[in-house]
């Protein structure tokens, strides 16, 4: 891969601004939306930082009128949104400005969805056709800005909160949650510490992985995938190990957006079993995902040896072979410091069970490559506890 700047004006999936410097052009998508007074959404780290008060500045300069929300959990709950479309309704504001990590991300879009919205949010889980109760009129315009590699969210049509009540993570879904304008500045990643680069990388990684093993037919995703894969091979480890690397970051910023528009194809059990483990214990999703992604490709290894096989062949591994890409994915995490097992995040023997109920009935279970029966999954959950590959 060259090491040239990257940079491009995109308007797939959505209108995105790429390249280093381009935050500075925020007051222009702002305006291209007719966004005059926007709430800004963050967490309450991202809020802090300094590259933040850099984006404020450029808001100020511009005259821009704005306010910060930032009462944001990693893993958002509904009363997050709640909280947000309170001070987006009290500011009066017109707007959205999403900035940080996959949680701000999600709580921001969901903010604009509920604005205009009676119903509450979990009425418009992505089950069956609850999208269609949204009036979307009512929902605000969004400008969205991550200042992590991972998620996607911002070229995402779903957001992703814990239900309190149940312990268990929920996916709220419109087609029109997808942001309009959306500005990706690797300079915004610079500072992310060594540990939070490498469990984003791994989750921005899984999405292109478990989308391009789904099931189904779709050739465009697929050829999205491979390629976000390469550019993680390409620069995950370096962002990790030298995080002033702006190549590096680039091409993680780009794997990130392309894994999020990959995965309309579909995910699977490293997900479906994520999802169940932060519900339950709260860790944190992308560490989650990296734990079980080994055991998982083991698990699906009847379904997917070939396909992984030519993946190896595109991203330049020694060997062009299943093995020879498990082989990556273990040495990959072993380099980046991630634990192996599940237990050592926290998850007792006794919680298995539900995990296993509750992974088996995952948005993304149904597209896993080999079916997710509990039988199934409880074996798969029991090596990732214990560490056992096969």
Same mark, same amino acid.
């Given at each position: 891969?060259?090491?040239? =700047?990257?940079?491009?004006?995109?308007?797939?999936?959505?209108?995105?601004?790429?390249?280093?410097?381009?935050?500075?052009?925020?007051?222009?998508?702002?305006?291209?939306?007719?966004?005059?007074?926007?709430?800004?959404? +963050?967490?309450?780290?991202?809020?802090?930082?300094?590259?933040?008060?850099?984006?404020?500045?450029?808001?100020?300069?511009?005259?821009?009128?704005?306010?910060?929300?930032? &009462?944001?959990?990693?893993?958002?709950?509904?009363?997050?949104?709640?909280?947000?479309v309170r001070a987006?309704?009290?500011?009066? $504001?017109?707007?959205?400005?999403?900035?940080?990590?996959?949680?701000?991300?999600?709580?921001?879009?969901?903010?604009?969805?509920?604005?205009?919205?009676?119903?509450?949010?979990?009425?418009?889980? /992505?089950?069956?056709?609850?999208?269609?109760?949204?009036?979307?009129?009512?929902?605000?315009?969004?400008?969205?800005?991550?200042?992590?590699?991972?998620?996607?969210?911002?070229?995402?049509?779903?957001?992703?909160?814990?239900?309190e009540r149940t312990?268990?993570?929920?996916?709220?879904?419109?087609?029109?949650?997808?942001?309009?304008?959306? =500005?990706?500045?690797?300079?915004?990643?610079?500072?992310?510490?060594?540990?939070?680069?490498?469990?984003?990388?791994? /989750?921005?990684?899984?999405?292109?992985?478990?989308?391009?093993?789904? +099931?189904?037919? $779709?050739?465009?995703?697929?050829?999205?995938?491979?390629?976000?894969? %390469?550019?993680?091979?390409?620069?995950?480890?370096?962002?990790?190990?030298?995080?002033?690397?702006?190549?590096?970051?680039?091409?993680?910023?780009?794997?990130? !957006?392309?894994?999020? +528009?990959?995965?309309?194809?579909?995910?699977? !059990?490293? $997900?479906?079993?994520?999802?169940?483990?932060?519900?339950?214990?709260?860790?944190? $999703?992308? +560490?989650?995902?990296?734990?079980?992604?080994?055991?998982?490709?083991?698990?699906?290894?009847?379904?997917?040896?070939?396909?992984?096989? %030519?993946?190896?062949?595109?991203?330049?591994?020694?060997?062009?072979?299943?093995?020879?890409?498990? &082989?990556?994915?273990?040495?990959?995490? %072993?380099?980046?410091?991630?634990?192996?097992?599940? &237990?050592?995040?926290?998850?007792?023997?006794k919680a298995v069970?539900?995990?296993?109920?509750?992974?088996?009935? &995952?948005?993304?279970?149904?597209?896993?490559?080999?079916?997710?029966?509990?039988?199934?999954?409880?074996?798969?959950?029991?090596?990732?506890?214990?560490?056992?590959?096969?």
């Amino acid at each position: 891969m060259a090491e040239a =700047i990257l940079e491009g004006n995109w308007n797939y999936p959505t209108s995105v601004r790429f390249g280093p410097g381009r935050i500075r052009e925020l007051p222009q998508a702002l305006a291209e939306l007719g966004i005059a007074k926007p709430l800004l959404v +963050t967490d309450p780290v991202v809020a802090g930082l300094n590259a933040t008060a850099g984006i404020l500045d450029v808001l100020r300069t511009a005259r821009v009128p704005l306010r910060v929300f930032s &009462d944001v959990k990693p893993n958002p709950v509904a009363k997050n949104v709640a909280a947000g479309v309170r001070a987006f309704r009290r500011g009066r $504001h017109d707007g959205v400005v999403a900035l940080g990590g996959g949680s701000a991300l999600d709580a921001a879009k969901a903010v604009a969805l509920m604005v205009g919205q009676s119903r509450p949010l979990f009425d418009f889980e /992505d089950v069956g056709d609850n999208w269609t109760r949204i009036k979307p009129e009512g929902m605000a315009p969004v400008v969205a800005i991550p200042t992590t590699s991972g998620t996607g969210s911002e070229v995402g049509r779903s957001s992703v909160f814990v239900d309190e009540r149940t312990r268990t993570k929920r996916i709220v879904f419109h087609p029109r949650m997808l942001p309009g304008k959306v =500005i990706l500045d690797p300079q915004l990643t610079l500072d992310m510490p060594p540990r939070l680069t490498g469990a984003v990388g791994m /989750d921005a990684l899984s999405h292109s992985l478990e989308a391009y093993c789904a +099931t189904g037919f $779709h050739p465009l995703a697929d050829g999205i995938a491979v390629e976000a894969m %390469r550019l993680v091979r390409f620069g995950l480890a370096r962002a990790f190990e030298h995080g002033g690397d702006l190549a590096a970051r680039s091409a993680m910023m780009a794997a990130s !957006a392309m894994g999020a +528009t990959a995965f309309q194809k579909g995910l699977g !059990a490293m $997900h479906s079993v994520a999802h169940a483990v932060g519900g339950m214990f709260d860790t944190h $999703h992308g +560490t989650t995902i990296a734990v079980m992604m080994p055991y998982v490709l083991r698990f699906n290894r009847k379904a997917i040896d070939e396909r992984l096989a %030519r993946a190896a062949g595109y991203l330049g591994l020694a060997r062009a072979s299943f093995a020879g890409f498990l &082989d990556w994915v273990l040495g990959l995490r %072993r380099k980046l410091g991630i634990p192996e097992r599940l &237990d050592e995040l926290g998850v007792t023997a006794k919680a298995v069970p539900e995990l296993v109920e509750r992974a088996a009935v &995952d948005p993304t279970a149904g597209t896993n490559p080999v079916p997710l029966t509990t039988e199934a999954l409880r074996g798969l959950v029991e090596r990732a506890m214990t560490g056992r590959m096969s």
